[in-house]
């Protein structure tokens, strides 16, 4: 158990539809990031945030969205869901950006569009 | 932008025996960080190893080690002898250096390892 939780564990929808992923990082944990993990595109990253503030953004559409709160936890909002949004979605959390720091890993998100 | 490959999509290998999965990157940067990353069954991402772009010494857990060559810009995952929980995707991954830029990690596209008995 790396400490990261993620809800639901599992989300079937349709396309057009918008849905919410949470994270939870570890206690103490100040960066949060997003990756999706697609058949096609294999692991990408999405977006980190570090303390409620956007930090880096990767491929991320324009229907994504995120946001972390003061209390740390973020929320990853997909909008007009196509069929290709389906992934596994993670999140994974790190205590902040100096030195090495290791990311560590929630047990995901399975998105199903249908 | 930094780009990691894995050419090998499946390996195989005997319960016991060694196994070294093959990884290379592109990076203009000088110091940087890999990883190397396993996925169960479960689908939970667990580190396995990692190394400091700026550490000459080959990193080592346990039955994992690696052989980290940065002029070639090769970074090869050594299992020696393998266990049936072994049995995974590996992932190998590289991220910047805190200053040099954004600390997300690049992913290569994974090689599945099977242990058979």
């Known amino acids: 158990d790396s400490g990261v939780t993620q809800t639901p564990k599992h989300l079937i929808t349709a396309t057009g539809q918008r849905v919410t992923l949470r994270c939870s990082p570890r206690s103490g944990d100040l960066s949060v990031y997003w990756y999706q993990q697609s058949l096609d595109q294999g692991l990408q990253f999405l977006i980190q945030y570090y303390n409620g503030e956007e930090r880096a953004k990767g491929n991320i559409l324009e229907r994504f969205s995120a946001q972390q709160f003061p209390d740390l936890h973020s929320e990853l909002n997909l909008s007009s869901l196509e069929l290709g949004d389906s992934a596994l979605y993670f999140c994974a959390s790190s205590v902040g950006l100096a030195g090495f720091l290791e990311q560590y890993f929630g047990p995901g998100t399975r998105l199903t569009v249908t | 932008a930094q780009t990691v490959t894995q050419s090998q999509p499946e390996m195989s290998v005997q319960e016991a025996e060694t196994v070294t999965l093959s990884c290379t990157y592109d990076t203009s940067e000088s110091d940087y960080y890999l990883f190397w990353y396993k996925q169960p069954p479960s689908r939970q991402m667990i580190l396995v190893i990692r190394q400091e772009a700026y550490k000459q010494q080959n990193a080592t857990e346990n039955r994992f080690s690696v052989n980290f060559q940065k002029a070639a810009k090769s970074f090869s995952l050594k299992i020696s002898d393998s266990q049936l929980g072994d049995a995974a995707m590996y992932f190998c991954?590289?991220?910047?250096?805190?200053?040099?830029?954004?600390?997300?990690?690049?992913f290569g596209k994974g090689t599945k390892l099977t242990v058979n008995p």
């Open positions: 991954a590289y991220r910047s250096f805190p200053q040099g830029g954004s600390e997300k990690l690049v």
